[in-house]
């Protein structure tokens, strides 16, 4: 046997070796720790916190040590939260090589949630944007607790006095996912035909809005008891995915955001106009090479031909939020809400955000 073929033999064993050893870091959970004893005389205040991968079995609904503002940060008394995807991922520790960021074995950091909306109640001695008393909305780790800490530079805006603390706290993701995928990515213009697969979900509700105040034709795609609810806020039409395919309807998209997946990149390319873009939000179900599927075709075809194919992994900009702010004050934008559970109950409200069936967003009442 040649050197060099023993050479190579040898590389590529290491290499498989490697992949194997990096999987099984990856994919190996700890157990669950005992909850640790508060420092005595520390102020309280109930949270849900998660001290190892899971199912919402690992959530504990509990007394923790309640944050104190720095120079820079609020104290927001926080009065609604909601559930996105990226909650229960967390919480999951899936796709595994989110653990690169997230913890390996266990997760680095206790705290859960994004979404929040409440009263500032402290502030720093820095801090010269916002005071106690005013009401705030934005996105910030550990928005499942009755307190959380931003800094005034952050994603946290005032909220319109016209806008519930429930429906203020329904946005940051979600909210943010759609205007970006809509405004920056697929940089949508009045006359757009633009096609929002999922449009009945957290981030759909807010795509078919924000493309309406963009001046779009848009085309929703749902089942069918949702029909009546997408057309009510303001899609132009609806399609019953149970029934019509729409990658063989005969149509043609400028923009195509695809939150469910359902149908082949290649599919989609047949509806888009020359020009075209298919903005895809979210990956795959899988724990492994799935999530990776999407993203790599869009790369590949995209390098192809002249219609564009990409994946949006949305950023908290504080400026967005007062866009998304000053839509909903002005009647534009009214996030949908599905059902809401108690600060206690986060654990079911996970559980159903799971099942993929919820109509627009799950609220969680801390107060």
């Known amino acids: 046997m040649k050197l060099a073929y023993k050479i190579t033999l040898g590389v590529f064993g290491l290499l498989g070796l490697g992949i194997l050893y990096l999987g099984f870091i990856l994919s190996n959970t700890d ?65 595994y090589v989110m653990r690169l960021m997230s913890g390996l074995g266990a997760p680095e ?46 994603a946290v805006v005032m909220k319109p006095a016209n806008v519930s603390f429930q429906h203020s706290s329904s946005v940051a993701i979600a909210g943010m996912t759609a205007l970006q995928a809509l405004r920056d990515l697929g940089e949508v213009k009045p006359g757009d035909k633009v096609l929002i697969n999922g449009a009945s979900g957290g981030v759909g509700t807010f795509a078919v809005q924000i493309a309406k105040s963009f001046g779009a034709e848009v085309t929703g795609v749902c089942s069918t008891r949702n029909l009546a609810m997408v057309r009510s806020i303001g899609a132009d039409h609806v399609i019953d995915y149970k029934k019509q395919n729409y990658t063989q309807n005969g149509e043609q998209y400028d923009l195509i955001i695809d939150m469910v997946g359902n149908h082949s990149l290649l599919s989609n390319k047949t509806v888009l106009s020359p020009k075209g873009k298919m903005i895809i939000v979210g990956a795959p179900k899988g724990d492994w090479i799935a999530p990776f599927i999407g993203p790599i075709g869009a790369m590949i075809l995209s390098s192809i031909y002249d219609q564009q194919f990409e994946l949006i992994m949305a950023s908290l900009r504080k400026d967005d939020m007062q866009t998304i702010g000053e839509l909903m004050s002005e009647g534009k934008l009214t996030p949908v809400l599905d059902r809401s559970f108690s600060l206690g109950e986060t654990d079911d409200a996970i559980r159903y955000s799971e099942k993929g069936r919820a109509r627009g967003k799950i609220i969680i009442d801390v107060i």
Request: aromatic content about 10%.
């Open 31 to 95: 157990d669950c720790p005992t909850s640790p004893m508060l420092v005595s005389g520390s102020e309280k205040m109930k949270a849900v916190v998660y001290r190892c991968y899971g199912s919402p079995e690992v959530l504990e609904y509990t007394d923790i040590e309640k944050p104190k503002p720095e120079n820079h940060q609020l104290l927001v008394k926080v009065h609604s939260a909601s559930v996105n995807p990226l909650d229960w991922h967390y919480m999951r520790g899936t796709p």
């Open 109 to 154: 950091t206790n705290s859960l949630g994004v979404d929040f909306s409440g009263t500032v109640v402290a502030v720093g001695k820095d801090v010269t944007k916002f005071k106690p008393g005013d009401e705030v909305f934005g996105g910030a780790t550990g928005a499942y607790a009755e307190y959380l800490t931003i800094s005034e530079d952050s």
